[in-house]
């Protein structure tokens, strides 16, 4: 009996030890909603043809939706804030276990960071991944000095004083997760044209960080391993400020070794892009009518250059789509 009381004691334990850990973790839905991002992806259908990975400038500025409609490429985002390249890399080396692309896009902004940028950023991409070899080689590789890995396993030690300011938000969403993204795409009315930029910095180191070659070779690898195509992106945004030494790297890079590289800076009165309406915080990412511009821009390219699959003429794909759309119009105020 007495070891039947200790068992019980420690089963019960270990439970309030649970719920606590659940309890005081950010559920990234009503706020800090980039955290809920990456975690969206596994409740998805994975029949993607296209995959990107990379920062913001993914996530806020290309839509799933318009590529969908406007020529039937079932392609899904797996960006997240500030998302370090070795990140990307272990988000694609865990997506290759849900299903294989025919083209992944990475955005080369994450070429000029070498090294993390903070907890915070780092919490967003990865506390809501699920547990793999693959998260926990990023946890390591991410890391601030002021971290530890434990922090990551039971949340409730970098959390703890949450107990505190728990909000509505801790309770509704304890057991459930709520939609915040269509296909990793975040939608953003908001209208904040460019005024002025920040003056143009002189650069002082022009060549990348040996690390993110490393990196980006590691996503060039895996990609040829996995007979996918790998495109290389830089997306419109006027700030952080593009260097041209970074862009001639990136394009000795792709001529190196067989890639395309687009940067949308180079295609901005083609797209028809307008910075006065476009951008929802003066020109570091666009809003829905910039990113809608963009994705339509992209689309054919996108279809005829890689022989993509238009699944419009899909019944089961075309039915999951037709209902996403419907709630995807509802969010941005207007009909199908």
């Known amino acids: 009996m007495k070891v039947v009381r ?62 969908y409609e406007e020529e039937g490429i079932s392609s899904y985002i797996r960006g997240s804030s500030q998302q370090l390249i070795w ?57 601030t000095e002021e971290e530890s890995f434990l922090s990551y396993v039971f949340p409730i030690l970098r959390y703890h004083s949450r107990i505190f300011e728990l909000s509505e938000e801790d309770f509704t969403y304890l057991f459930q997760r709520r939609q915040n993204t269509f296909n990793g795409f975040l939608i953003n009315q908001n209208i904040k044209g460019v005024e002025s930029l920040p003056t143009k910095r002189p650069l002082t180191e022009t060549r990348f960080a040996d690390i993110t070659y490393e990196y980006l070779d590691k996503i060039r690898e895996l990609c040829e391993e996995n007979n996918i195509q790998l495109v290389l992106i830089k997306a419109p945004s006027l700030y952080p400020y593009w260097y041209t030494e970074y862009d001639e790297q990136i394009k000795e890079y792709a001529s190196k ?16 892009l307008d910075y006065h309406v476009d951008t929802y915080d003066g020109g570091l990412h666009l809003n829905l009518h910039g990113a809608t511009k963009l994705s339509k821009y992209f689309a054919p390219i996108l279809k005829e250059k ?30 199908v």
């Not at 030890?17 to 975690?39: A, C, D, H, R, T």
């Not at 789509?321 to 009909?335: A, N």
Request: some cysteine; aromatic content about 16%; proline content about 3%.
């Open 6 to 67: 200790v068992s019980l004691i420690l089963l019960f334990l270990l439970g309030v030890f649970w719920f606590l850990n659940l309890l005081v973790s950010p559920k990234y839905i009503e706020s800090l909603v980039e955290g809920s991002m990456i975690s969206e992806y596994y409740d998805s259908p994975k029949n993607h043809e296209v995959l990107f990975i990379g920062d913001c400038e993914v996530y806020a500025n290309f839509s799933p939706m318009v590529f």
């Open 87 to 143: 990140q990307s890399y272990g988000i694609l080396k865990e997506t290759l276990k849900y299903e294989i692309p025919k083209v992944v896009i990475f955005n080369v902004n994450a070429m000029r960071y070498s090294k993390p940028v903070s907890e915070a950023y780092n919490r967003l991409t990865i506390d809501k991944m699920k547990w793999s070899k693959e998260k926990v080689e990023m946890i390591f590789s991410s890391m």
């Open 257 to 272: 070794y067989g890639l395309d590289y687009y940067n949308f800076l180079e295609n901005i009165l083609e797209i028809g």
């Open 306 to 335: 890689y022989s993509l699959t238009d699944y419009r003429d899909h019944e089961e794909i075309n039915a999951y789509y037709q209902k996403e759309l419907e709630k995807y119009y509802r969010e941005i105020g207007r009909g």
